[in-house]
């Protein structure tokens, strides 16, 4: 079935831009999502249809896909930015969800 | 404001069964599909299952498909994952999520979790 890879980890500097990547084959021919998920609490959207922003994300967060990489950018990375990030997509060939393995963000 | 509460969670051993509840509100409940989501600890999110809005197709994980059940009640505003034949693997925090829309996208409102442990 359809596999999105993420790097386990990615670190930046505060105030620098993080990117974070989402990897599949011709995921750019598909709807992704991302989730952040910090330390004990549930995931939360935090971007939709690969550059959809939900209300309330801020504006430092983009995203974007093409080929067969997705990308979520943080700008301007705070300390509150530092969490799990989750892809995910949804397989119709197998009418499957399909999450990445996810990202843990570290703010150095 | 959307509140999505699971309950149900606990201990059972392998070969037991739960089910595992979702009360939902602040939305038009029948409109929207849903979906359980686990989290191993320590672990990534895996999809579970999606029903859709009017309960009249669902999909699942192949992990799960054959042991779980997922249905809703749009009178009641709830969600229900029953799980049978259950494994020490199962084990995991169980999220029910809103779908964006009635059928599958994204996951726009995540309930807290509950806690399943299989264990003997």
């Known amino acids: 079935s359809y596999v999105l890879t993420q790097p386990p980890s990615v670190s930046v500097t505060p105030g620098m831009t993080a990117w974070i990547t989402c990897g599949g084959n011709?995921?750019?021919?598909?709807?992704v999502h991302w989730y952040q998920q910090r330390p004990g609490l549930a995931p939360v959207l935090v971007m939709y249809y690969n550059s959809d922003r939900p209300s309330g994300i801020p504006e430092r967060f983009s995203g974007s896909n093409s080929g067969n990489t997705a990308t979520l950018t943080i700008s301007r990375v705070e300390a509150a930015d530092e969490a799990d990030y989750y892809c995910?997509?949804?397989?119709?060939?197998?009418?499957?969800?399909?999450f990445g393995g996810g990202t843990k963000l570290t703010v150095l | 404001q959307v509140e999505m509460v699971e309950s149900g969670g606990g201990v059972v051993q392998p070969g037991g069964s739960l089910r595992l509840a979702c009360a939902a509100s602040g939305f038009t409940f029948k409109n929207f599909g849903l979906h359980w989501v686990r989290q191993a600890p320590g672990k990534g999110l895996e999809w579970l299952s999606f029903i859709k809005y009017d309960g009249g197709e669902a999909f699942y994980a192949d992990s799960v498909k054959g042991r779980f059940t997922v249905s809703r009640d749009n009178s009641k505003e709830t969600l229900y994952l029953q799980m049978s034949s259950l494994r020490v693997e199962d084990s995991g925090l169980y999220y029910c999520?809103?779908?964006?829309?009635?059928?599958?996208?994204?996951?726009?409102?995540w309930g807290r979790g509950i806690l399943v442990t299989v264990s003997s």
């Open positions: 011709h995921i750019g021919s598909k709807s």
């Open positions: 999520a809103k779908d964006g829309e009635a059928f599958v996208s994204r996951f726009d409102h």
């Open positions: 995910q997509v949804w397989d119709l060939e197998s009418d499957h969800v399909i």
